[in-house]
């Protein structure tokens, strides 16, 4: 591409949409479009391939230590110059064979144009006429307007069809870079042979690498956590799963609260409140310190001391009215200096004397209240 076909294309873009055009103008155009491109490296295309490539064959030692890390590269690197040596033997001609086959398909194409002399001395100066324009052919300095040959270094179609009026190989005006002597140049050299590691000979310990010495500052340390987007203040990479924050008609920023379930108390099994606020759980502890102060002016036993428990149905209350033992405690008369009733429990079983210390106790705790 021509510099005036880029600025045409431009122009076109810019009555399209004009954000468009003034995005493509902060970059710098040597680094996206061809007719800027450097002559010298003889690429008309940018891409990391090469990287990509090289990437995908260390991707398993990448996550090993740094000598074994750069063993296997090592490796890698020596098995490819022997494998492309011997590629190199085997091929015959004066271009490698990528530029080889590119170079046929631009001959076959110089066919629809059409070279005229323009009359120098040196019989090196074209004019080649075709479609879509025509384009100036100079052999003698190796140039033409479409750029092609001076990016690529293959004579472009412009220029094979001048070639074929003069009698001359294209392969002969390619780029030096894109011929087998500059390709055997490259794999001239090779990796030498390395014993493995145990056979390593041992240096000082002073020459050993240390690691750096690192000062802390005084004071506690800040684990300085990358906060979320929907988080207050902040502003990190990370981008938030959860929906926007909605907002009020003034636009203003509304905050949720976090919806939770109903509670549950532990105590007597209520909803709404827990137990930490129930009125219930609070008038038997405040009956429970009223006995225990009771108890230790009268000189009993405290009353922390019995297990005191709520009755958790009716029935245990309806149990308690049919059971003799409960009518001969309620007979006994409660005065301020009594002493716990005895009750003669020889003839019960186990369970009957288990049921009359709880409702004994029940008792006792509903005088109090």
């Known amino acids: 591409m021509t510099h005036q076909e880029f600025r045409d294309e431009m122009d076109k873009i810019?009555?399209?949409n004009e954000d468009a055009c003034a995005y493509l103008d902060k970059w710098q155009r040597d680094a996206w479009t061809r007719s800027t491109f450097s002559h010298r490296p003889k690429l008309d295309s940018i891409c990391n391939n090469a990287c990509e490539v090289f990437n995908t064959k260390i991707k398993d030692a990448r996550a090993k230590p740094i000598i074994t890390l750069l063993e296997e590269v090592r490796m890698f690197v020596m098995r490819t110059i022997a494998k492309n040596k011997v590629k190199l033997n085997n091929h015959t001609g004066?271009?490698?064979?990528?530029?080889?086959?590119?170079?046929?398909?631009?001959?076959?194409?110089?066919?629809?144009?059409?070279?005229?002399w323009t009359g120098d001395n040196r019989y090196k100066k074209f004019e080649v006429h075709g479609h879509p324009t025509n384009h100036?052919?100079?052999?003698?300095?190796?140039?033409?307007?479409?750029?092609?040959?001076m990016l690529?270094?293959?004579?472009?179609?412009?220029?094979?069809?001048?070639?074929?009026?003069?009698?001359?190989?294209?392969?002969?005006?390619?780029?030096?870079?894109?011929?087998?002597?500059?390709?055997?140049?490259?794999?001239n050299h090779h990796i030498n042979p390395i014993p493995r590691q145990t056979l390593w000979?041992?240096?000082?310990?002073?020459?050993?690498?240390?690691a750096p010495k690192i000062k802390r500052k005084p004071g506690k340390l800040q684990m300085k956590r990358q906060m979320d987007t929907d988080e207050k203040g902040g502003g990190g990479s990370k981008k938030s799963k959860a929906d926007p924050k909605p907002q009020s008609n003034n636009g203003d920023n509304v905050h949720l609260k976090r919806q939770l379930g109903p509670f549950t108390c532990s105590f007597c099994g209520d909803k709404g409140h827990t137990k930490r606020g129930c009125k219930k759980k609070r008038a038997c502890d405040a009956a429970a310190a009223e006995a225990d102060k009771k108890k230790k002016n009268e000189g009993g036993a405290p009353a922390s001391e019995q297990q005191l428990q709520q009755p958790q149905d009716d029935g245990d209350q309806r149990d308690g009215e049919d059971n003799p033992l409960v009518q001969s405690t309620e007979i006994a008369p409660a005065t301020s200096n009594a002493q716990p009733v005895e009750i003669d429990i020889s003839q019960l079983t186990a369970s009957d004397v288990e049921d009359s210390h709880k409702v004994t106790t029940y008792l006792h705790f509903l005088n109090f209240l």
Not at 94 to 116: A, D, F
Not at 139 to 146: E, Q, S, V
Not at 155 to 171: D, I, K, T, W, Y
């Open 201 to 210: 000979e041992h240096t000082e310990e002073c020459n050993r690498p240390h």
């Open 152 to 187: 690529t270094g293959i004579p472009c179609v412009h220029a094979c069809a001048a070639l074929s009026r003069v009698n001359n190989l294209p392969e002969d005006f390619c780029h030096r870079l894109l011929t087998m002597e500059s390709y055997k140049e490259t794999y």
């Open 14 to 16: 810019k009555r399209l």
């Open 136 to 149: 100036v052919v100079d052999l003698g300095k190796r140039l033409c307007t479409c750029q092609f040959w």
């Open 94 to 116: 004066v271009l490698t064979p990528v530029i080889k086959s590119r170079l046929e398909k631009v001959r076959k194409e110089s066919k629809n144009w059409k070279p005229i």
